[in-house]
């Protein structure tokens, strides 16, 4: 076990040998660190945290009380091989939120980036891929083999499906179910989710300038309403060779690989 002479560890939590803590990191009461767990500077594990596994967290991550982060999946396959959790810098994981570790046969790593946001009863399924600045809201789930592209937020009480895929800036609303991959800058709703129009909110919060807006919005309704299936409509607009980043994030998303099929604009 190292832990570092700056980190402090409550008298009631257990750190058990092999442990990597690293300086100014936080212990909190009635605690348990695993053997293959490396904390990193200022981690702060709050109270009656469990971090288990062979799990990285990154710099400055606050664990809140009941979280269980890095144990095995929930995948009936897992026979016991050696797979990994990274969680980055700076993100907020609350009560009961559960992560767990990849599966080999999902390249065997679980990785989420920094500055998210894991609200109360969160979990994060085997293999996900999870990028930066991302919120989930209570008691919503992120199924084994997802990506999560950045600045994605996702409402209270919904569900994304397994190898689903959500495009960068998209939100989904609360109580939603995602089936099928979602373009970045999408807007998700309804009980069984249907793509609703763009983040219009989340874009204009962001500071992103007006006349990539209304690129967007006319590339929106060319998916939507143009001749041909959805792919077909994407490769018309990628071979326009739109100038606005936010067109072409939207292209490359929906001519990239999937194993799943798309919400298409209703």
């Known amino acids: ?118 609200m109360t009863g969160a979990h994060v399924g085997h293999d996900a891929q999870v990028g930066n600045e991302v919120i989930v809201a209570n008691q919503s789930a992120i199924a084994g083999h997802c990506v999560i592209e950045d600045n994605v937020i996702i409402g209270g009480l919904s569900g994304i499906h397994q190898w689903v895929r959500i495009g960068k800036g998209a939100i989904i609303g609360a109580v939603t179910m995602v089936t099928h991959d979602v373009i970045p800058y999408g807007l998700v709703q309804g009980p069984r989710g249907v793509l609703d129009g763009l983040n219009l909110v989340g874009l204009k919060r962001r500071g992103v300038a007006k006349e990539d807006i209304t690129a967007l919005r006319a590339a929106y309704q060319a998916l939507a309403q143009g001749e041909g299936a959805f792919q077909e409509r994407a490769r018309r607009l990628a071979a326009e060779g739109h100038d606005s980043p936010y067109v072409r994030d939207v292209v490359d998303f929906v001519l990239g690989a999937s194993d799943r099929h798309y919400l298409t604009p209703g």
């Open 1 to 118: 076990m190292a832990v570092d002479p700056s980190a402090r560890v409550h008298p009631s939590a257990i750190v058990e040998e092999g442990a990597e803590i690293g300086p100014d990191a936080e212990i909190g009461p009635w605690c348990l660190v695993g053997p293959r767990v490396t904390l990193a500077a200022g981690v702060r594990l709050k109270s009656h945290v469990v971090v288990t596994g062979l799990t990285e967290i990154g710099t400055e991550t606050e664990i809140y009380p009941f979280a269980n982060i890095g144990d095995i999946p929930q995948d009936l396959k897992y026979a016991g091989e050696e797979t990994r959790l990274v969680v980055g810098a700076r993100n907020r994981i609350r009560e009961g939120v559960t992560m767990n570790t990849g599966t080999a046969g999902g390249g065997g790593v679980t990785r989420v980036g920094d500055g998210c946001l894991f």
